[in-house]
């Protein structure tokens, strides 16, 4: 079987077997959840309820008028109690619904559409895409409907469904990929047919065996496969991923569809089928609870809005003292300051790390022993952009490709002088921006 | 659940567990069956001469980076890797006094100088080296013969009996090391042995090697065709003088050698045709020093022509 791959990469150790086997499980539901009305990229809603009102499971809380952006909908029965701002994964204070549960389960949700692929139209698929707030699941939470229709003149060929999870101990799409793997294939086909695409990949990395089985028996079906990648991280990101499949390069700046590709989370595809199927918003999904500061890792079906808090007491509580709280995985996640943060649409992990687990190091001179060089995916001088932007120089960063930095971690991951590049990056390209702003002025 | 004590940072959360010392200790022990060697085959001065170098490497590190405010940084143990580099290219007999200026020359001159570990452009042993070879009087004259070389007749070293008497050494004597010559460089057997973890981890840009010698054994094999009686082959100049340690330990220092891959080639073989072009033209019977210091001057120019092209940008995309 061809191993699909890329040149550069790491191997962190993945301690996926913490909570890899451990199936799915419907989280309790807290008295009172917190929804954020921004779960996406692109216009916040604004709430479509007020303090006081009882909503439904499934009900529209929030909705903009913009194109980019994705409605918001309540994740149980019960009565609104709160519109406040609050703490937001990404570190600043967004608008939020906080719903108080009654318990009675009542449903309000859209008109189910079946799931004949044959008599489904792409065009009202799509419309239920954007009416059940489906955005990327696989963190980067850009609203899905947009993405199904590209502009005119974009001609997609190709769906990938990235079951690839690369990022270590999350192991959310792997357990979706096992468990629901019909309901995955019916959202691909799902989406594949709003995008009129012949042919969809789903790929998975080479260390998810029983994955690529049950994938393999289940779909058997022309225009649809299986691709295996090799088990190296950033496989699964997608600028890297499409090169490793199709061989075609996503141009600095571009987006997939200017390769004809559009690439979707698996669980963006299982929230499609139950949106399409049940009419069911995206109101819950898989989150992984792990790291060595967790008593019980596993996967759980968890309501958006959940408090992060009351989730862990789910996996059993901590161990230790807790000295970081990761929203998604080691590489790429976003530490949090707080444990009263809600799991929002994007929120593909909980990863607890012990006191003695967090890294904090000095940092050194750049020794050029070129590791990152060799690790970069998208062949980037990380070290010379990390001397670059220490030095203050915006500009020259520019010219040395800061822009086109996926953020991955690759770099600082194999830093002997553990520099934070990626953190020197980031900084670099917000000045940058600034720059460029300020020149349009 | 205590948030005061969660750590707020940016990812990547884990990191690998290389590191400086690390990567400097792993240089250091795999130079041991060397220097361990070498100490064998020319008696107790030639470790004095490390324990020397080692003592005032530190010392002057430690001296410099106080005296510029710096936090210390003789714990990265990169000092001891210029100070043990610096007395294997050192002759056998050279006195004590000259180990200790060498060694202030190739630390203050060669690295601190420049802003310390990271920052010099010149590798710090070879700059030690240079210096004493230019300015101290008995260096030429510090060759002897080690215990090893029975037929003691000569104390000349191999490049040097090739270029001024046309005599050619046994192959097997070069690479077993019981030749004359500097103290680190005669047997190229444990250099390679001690290499190979460096390979392994990846420690060793290897192109930079590999260029090397592959650039040695085409042009020493163009010349052998030219004129086999006066130009001796490309496995001699391979094995023959500092070719080796020059290659594996000195080019490949992470500091002053480029970080593109393409550089890396460049460099190499820059490297490999100066040190041909010193020993079969120039006036000096090796040149490998020169080569490398000379190739080091050109590496923030090599890294910038060698850039790799960015993903998604350039020639794919037209």
Known sequence: MRLFSFRGGVHPPYRKELAMDRPVQAADIPETLVVPLV?????PCAPTVEVGESVREGQLIGEAKAFVTAPVHSPVSGTVKKIDRTLHPLGFKVPSVAIKQDGEGQKAYLQPLGDDIASLDGKTMLERVKEAGIVGMG???????????????????TLIINGCECEPYLTADYRVML???????????????????????????????????????????????TAVTETKYPEGAEKVLIHALLGREVPSGGLPMDVHVVVSNVGTALAVCEAVRNGKPLIERVVTVTGDGVKNPGNFLVKIGTPVEWLVEQAGGTIGEIG???????????????????VIKGTSGILLMQKESVLVEEYHPCIKCSFCVQACPVHLLPSRLSIIAEAENWQ??????VNDCIECGCCTYVCPAKRPIVQLIKTAKIKLRKIKAREHE | MDANALVL??????????????????????????????????????????????????????????????????????????????????????????????????????????????????????????????????????????????????EATPLAMMKFDG???PLSGLFFGTVSGSIGESSVLLLIVGSIYLFIRKYIKWRIPASIIVTVVVLGEIFHL?????????????????????????????????????????????????????????????????????????????????????????????
């Open chain 1, 39 to 43: 779960q996406h990229i692109g216009a």
């Open chain 1, 324 to 342: 970081k709280l990761i929203m998604g995985g080691p590489m790429m996640g976003l530490a949090q300051a707080s444990f009263e943060v809600s």
């Open chain 2, 9 to 154: 940072s940016t990812s990547p959360h884990i990191k690998s567990t290389e590191s400086v010392p690390k990567i400097m200790i792993s240089v250091i022990i795999t130079l041991v069956p060397a220097i361990a060697f070498s100490v064998y085959q020319y008696g107790p001065h030639v470790l004095y001469m490390y324990l020397v170098s080692i003592a005032t490497c530190i010392a002057s590190e430690y001296v410099v980076v106080r005296l510029r405010k710096r936090p210390v940084s003789v714990a990265d143990y990169s000092s001891i890797v210029t100070a043990l580099l610096l007395v294997m290219v050192l002759p056998p007999k050279f006195p004590l006094f000259g180990v200790v200026l060498g060694a202030v020359v190739a630390i203050v001159i060669g690295k601190q100088i420049f802003g310390g570990i990271g920052y010099n452009i010149f590798n710090p042993a070879l700059i030690g080296r240079a210096f004493l070879a230019a300015t101290y009087p008995v260096f030429i004259s510090s060759y002897n013969a080690p215990k090893m070389l029975v037929d003691a007749v000569t």
């Open chain 1, 139 to 157: 963190g980067a939470t850009f609203p899905a409907h947009v993405k199904f229709a590209p502009p005119k003149g974009k001609i997609i060929d």
């Open chain 2, 226 to 318: 030219i004129n086999p009686a006066k130009y001796p082959g490309p496995v001699f100049h391979v094995l023959a003088g500092g070719l080796m340690i020059g290659a594996l330990y000195m080019a490949t220092d992470m500091v002053t050698s480029p970080i593109t891959r393409k550089g890396c080639v460049i460099f190499g073989i820059g490297i490999g045709t100066l040190v041909m072009v010193i020993r079969l033209f120039g006036g000096l019977p090796e040149g490998v020093m020169y080569s490398i210091l000379l190739m080091n001057a050109f590496v923030p120019l090599i890294n910038r022509g060698t850039r790799p092209r960015i993903f998604g940008t350039g020639a794919a995309n037209e």
């Open chain 2, 167 to 169: 005599v050619l050494t």
């Open chain 1, 396 to 401: 020259l960063a520019g010219e040395y490709g």
């Open chain 1, 179 to 225: 468990e629901y793997t019909e309901d995955l294939i019916l959202g691909a086909r799902m989406i594949g047919k709003i995008l009129g695409v012949e042919r969809i990949i789903i790929v998975v990395e080479k260390n998810k065996p029983e994955a690529i089985e049950k994938l393999k028996v289940t779909q058997n079906d022309g225009g649809f496969t």
